[in-house]
């Protein structure tokens, strides 16, 4: 990505919603509005309110942060972990980042 994109809500929104297999109709009904309305949010015509960000985030298991431009690692949401399980991923993902 360049340095424009990373500040681009339009585009980390469609992005993700792209990963995650959504088309512009069916992410439309999930947050109750016309698919006009994320064309419009995508091409940064028009911003979501607050609560309609908040939910967008929530729908794409990402943080507003992210979606604002204000971090620019993407974090990874992974919900419902044991204690056992969360322990693991975090050992296995110290390994990928600790500086040597």
Not at 20 to 25: H, L, T
Not at 59 to 64: N, P
Not at 66 to 85: N, R, W
């Amino acid at each position: 990505m360049s340095d424009e994109i990373v500040y681009d809500f339009g585009y980390r929104l469609r992005q993700l919603r792209e990963e995650r297999g959504f088309s512009r109709a069916v992410f439309a009904k999930k947050l109750g509005v016309s698919k006009e309305t994320i064309y419009r949010y995508e091409n940064n015509v028009q911003d979501p309110s607050l609560d309609r960000a908040r939910q967008i985030a929530v729908l794409l298991d990402t943080s507003l942060d992210y979606l604002l431009g204000l971090d620019h690692i993407y974090a990874i949401k992974i919900p419902d972990l044991t204690k056992e399980q969360q322990t693991a991923l975090n050992n296995f993902l110290r390994a990928f980042t600790t500086k040597k």
